[in-house]
Each structure stands twice: as structure tokens, then as C-alpha cells.
């Protein structure tokens, strides 16, 4: 039996609402280099963080999930991001991904030092104000904004993926939680002193959906 949570949902809203608003209004305005760049891909990433979980834990509100049936695993030709993006309808806004990726293995680059040691280097320091594309960061802000308009719509598409992600869970095949391991996207303890109702707002929440997922009957 799912707990009830929508006093959560209900005051988690306006604060995703309000954050996506703000990235409405600067995002925009990022250059292609832009010194402050990193604070909106970081506060975008905490956006799609926060109302990923809040699609998760509304749609485990929801009683009746449709049945679905899983079918084997097929091997579908890859698609590059390009090509998925010319068979959008131009008046289309992106689909917001319900999945999170995995967070990758950290690039690492072998660098001996003076002394005959060793040590291993990020790579991507080397690189500290690289060029960004500003339209991949407004792309992601046409998703939040269509999912901030029509909430309804999504938590339908959050229930679908998790029907499936239930049957999958009884054939023990497949990915049946849409969050990555470990800590949630746009999680940051430095961020934590800055921004600390967005931060435990967050935090919150990771735990109420993954716990609504686990209670959920397959």
C-alpha cells in the first residue's frame, strides 16, 4: 500500500516551478563562452534532478498502472542525436528523458612527476573554459518548461515507464529504476551552504521516490 505524499509533492512544486523560471530567464543569454556558465549547467541539472523524482513519486500515487508485457530484447540500430532531432516536429519541444545516465568512469591520464612517482591526472582540467553550445542547454530548458506546463502528461509517461520497468523486474532483465546510482544529479555539498532549501529539497525527495519504487508491487 503506497503511502501518501502529495503534502510533499504539493510543497515541492513551486519551488521546481520557481527554479525552472529562473534558468527561463538566463539561459538564454549564455554565450558561447561564458564565465558563470558552469552555475546554470549546474542549477539545470538540479532542475531535471528535482522533477524527475517528483514525476517518480506522483506517479507512484496513482493507483490502476496499466498492464504491459515486455517483449525480448532486441538490438535497434543506433541513432545519433542529430538524426533523432531532424525527425522531430520543428514545433515539437524535447522530450524530457524519465532515465538518468550512468555517471561514467572519470577520464584519467597517466602523468609522472619530477620525482619518478606517478600520479594520475583529470584530464578534463586541462581544459577549464572550454566552448559550450548554448542551444543543448535551452534544448534541456524546453523540456523542464513542457513538463512544468503539463505535469499530467509526463507522470502518464512516468506510470508507462514504470509498468514496464515492474514487468521487467519479474523477468529480472532490465533497468527498473529510472535513477542512477548513487548520489542524485545536481547533489552538491559545497552547494549545500549556498543553496540549502533546493539541496535538502532534493535530497528529500531522491529518498521518498526510491522508496515509493521499492514499495510498489511488481
Known amino acids: 500500500m503506497s503511502r501518501d505524499d502529495r503534502p510533499t509533492l504539493d510543497r515541492a512544486w513551486p519551488i521546481i516551478c520557481q527554479l525552472i523560471s529562473l534558468l527561463r ?3 538564454p543569454r ?5 564565465p558563470d556558465r558552469v552555475k546554470w549547467q549546474h542549477l539545470t541539472r538540479l532542475a531535471e534532478s528535482l522533477i524527475r523524482r517528483w514525476l ?7 493507483s490502476g498502472w496499466p498492464h504491459v508485457r515486455v517483449r525480448p530484447t532486441q538490438l535497434a540500430p543506433v541513432r545519433s542525436r542529430a538524426s533523432r532531432q531532424a525527425q522531430q516536429p520543428a514545433n515539437r519541444p524535447p522530450r524530457f528523458p524519465l ?3 550512468e555517471r561514467p568512469l572519470a577520464r584519467l591520464t597517466f602523468t609522472p612527476d ?3 612517482s606517478s600520479r594520475f591526472a583529470n584530464s578534463d582540467e586541462r581544459y577549464p573554459m572550454r566552448r559550450f553550445n548554448p542551444a543543448r542547454l535551452q534544448r534541456r530548458l524546453a523540456a ?5 506546463n503539463d505535469p499530467v502528461r509526463h507522470t502518464a509517461r512516468m506510470i508507462r515507464w514504470l509498468a514496464r520497468a515492474a514487468a521487467r523486474r519479474q523477468q529480472g532483465t532490465g533497468r527498473i529504476c529510472p535513477f542512477r546510482v548513487g548520489w542524485p544529479p545536481g547533489a552538491s555539498r559545497y552547494q ?7 539541496q535538502d529539497l532534493l535530497s528529500w525527495l531522491n529518498i521518498l521516490a526510491r522508496e515509493a519504487v521499492e514499495r510498489r508491487p511488481p
Open 30 to 34: 549564455l554565450a558561447p563562452i561564458a
Open 25 to 27: 530567464v538566463y539561459v
Open 114 to 116: 619530477f620525482e619518478g
Open 99 to 101: 532515465e538518468e545516465a
Open 144 to 148: 523542464l518548461t513542457d513538463v512544468m
Open 192 to 198: 549545500q551552504k549556498q543553496d540549502p532549501v533546493r
Open 56 to 62: 517518480v513519486l506522483n506517479a507512484c500515487q496513482e
